[in-house]
């Protein structure tokens, strides 16, 4: 398949878990991650050399986190110190290949792995800890700039400079990471969507199972879920 869609990696990052200082607590965390040089092998469980604190990160549906670097000037006019690469604790800061763009299953030969999208990440507020800015997580979240993870398809090496090229796209649907983004992070009221990107085979579990307890609370009790997530009466 050849339909133009191609990025580029900018940089390949790991990071080790270590602490956060956010607002006088300390956070645990491996959100920074740094530049790795050369070719780094990817494993279906995750990136060499990166840990994770959290047990909902990594994992077969969620191996590689990305980040496209088509978004750092946004921030950077926000007035947000960000590095040059890793941001947002992406594993694969990438050129192009953004939210709007890449859709959910996609499939993209990275160096000699294969990697395909499984959902848009969904911005914690550790990202808030790293950069010191209490609303960060939700601009991240109502923008849609959240970056996607990719469960590995074939593990392989991937470094900086390689291409990302899509080789494959699930044809019965047209879910953009954003899209869907907005379903799962911004639009908790919006069932119909829920219950169709439930559909898309690609999704993770994780947010399959996420929607389906949303869908049942909504269904069963008629909540506002949007109201009850701002006031922290629920965390979908």
Known sequence: MDDGLRGRVAAVCVGKVGELESSGRTVVSAFVKRPVEGPVRVYRLGVEGDEHEYPGHGGPDGAVLVYSRDHYPFWRERGVDIPAVGAFAENLTVDGLTEAEVRLGDVFEAGTSVLQVSEPRSPCYKIA????????????????????????????????????????????????????????????????????????????????????????????????????????????
């Open 129 to 236: 800890a790293r950069y010191g800015r209490k609303d960060i997580s939700v601009v991240v979240q109502d923008t849609g700039f959240t970056g996607y993870l990719m469960r590995v398809l074939q593990e392989g090496c991937v470094a900086a400079g390689d291409e990302l090229r899509l080789t494959e796209r699930d044809t019965t649907h047209h879910w953009t990471v954003a899209q869907a983004g907005r379903v799962i992070n911004v639009d908790r009221n919006d069932i119909d969507g829920a219950e169709r990107l439930c559909e898309v085979e690609a999704l993770s579990l994780a947010i399959k199972d996420k929607l389906r307890a949303r869908i049942a609370r909504r269904e069963t009790l008629g909540l506002d879920l949007d109201r009850l997530y701002l006031s922290g009466q629920v965390e979908t």
